[in-house]
Structure formats: structure tokens, C-alpha cells
Nanobody
Framework: QVQLVESGGELVQAGGSLRLSCAAS????????MGWFRQAPGKEREFVAA????????YYPDSMKGRFTISRDNAKNTLYLQMNSLKPEDTAVYYC?????????????????WGQGTQVTVSS
């Protein structure tokens, strides 16, 4: 089991950058594939990125390629999401999640553990 706590969300102007962090508790962080999701008001939760347990492999949907970078530091039990060239449509609550499915998956149901979310607001 793993507990997740996100941080780093804030109000930023369009074109700016943010780095979100997700601190994990427990000794098994490095056994989980991890993902970032986001949910804007009135919209469904959206997959943003995923990373393998070792951190050597990453996966992004086409819509997220180029501006977002997922990474992890297993020594620090921390997951990151670097977001550049932010747009107002990136405004959402961002969640990190740990998957018990060994492999990349876009399905939120494959992620068993979730953080509480951190709000990112991009002003125009």
C-alpha cells in the first residue's frame, strides 16, 4: 500500500511553468508504475502521463506530448510532473496515482492509490 500527497499547484499566467510533486509513503514506491491525471470542472478525469517503476520509460498521450514531462526519484519516493508553456485549458485538479497493473495504462480504474489532488489554475 502507498499513500500519495501532491503539491506544487498554484495560479500561473499562460506561458508559464510549474512542477508538481507527489510524495509517496511506504517502502514499495519503486514497485509501482505511476501516473498523473487531471480533472477540470464539469469534465471527466483525463490521463496526462505515466512512468515505469524504474523511471526509465515514460508514456504520454499525443495531446500531452511536448509540454509535459513526468519523472520520478525513487530514492526520495517522489513523482514529478514538469509542465511548460501552460495554457488556460490546462486548468484542473491534478492527481498522482499508483497502478497495480504492471505496464502502461490510461485507465483510471487500473490505478489503485490516489492522492488528494493539487489545483493548477492558468490565467490568460
Amino acid at each position: 500500500q502507498v499513500q500519495l500527497v501532491e503539491s506544487g499547484g498554484e495560479l500561473v499566467q499562460a506561458g508559464g511553468s510549474l512542477r508538481l510533486s507527489c510524495a509517496a509513503s511506504g517502502r514499495t514506491f519503486d514497485t509501482y508504475f505511476m501516473g498523473w491525471f487531471r480533472q477540470a470542472p464539469g469534465k471527466e478525469r483525463e490521463f496526462v502521463a505515466a512512468i515505469s517503476d524504474s523511471g526509465r520509460r515514460t508514456y504520454y498521450p499525443d495531446s500531452m506530448k511536448g509540454r509535459f514531462t513526468i519523472s520520478r526519484d525513487n530514492a526520495k519516493n517522489t513523482l514529478y510532473l514538469q509542465m511548460n508553456s501552460l495554457k488556460p485549458e490546462d486548468t484542473a485538479v491534478y492527481y498522482c496515482a499508483a497502478s497495480t497493473f504492471y505496464g502502461f495504462t490510461l485507465k483510471s480504474n487500473d490505478y489503485s492509490y490516489w492522492g488528494q489532488g493539487t489545483q493548477v489554475t492558468v490565467s490568460s
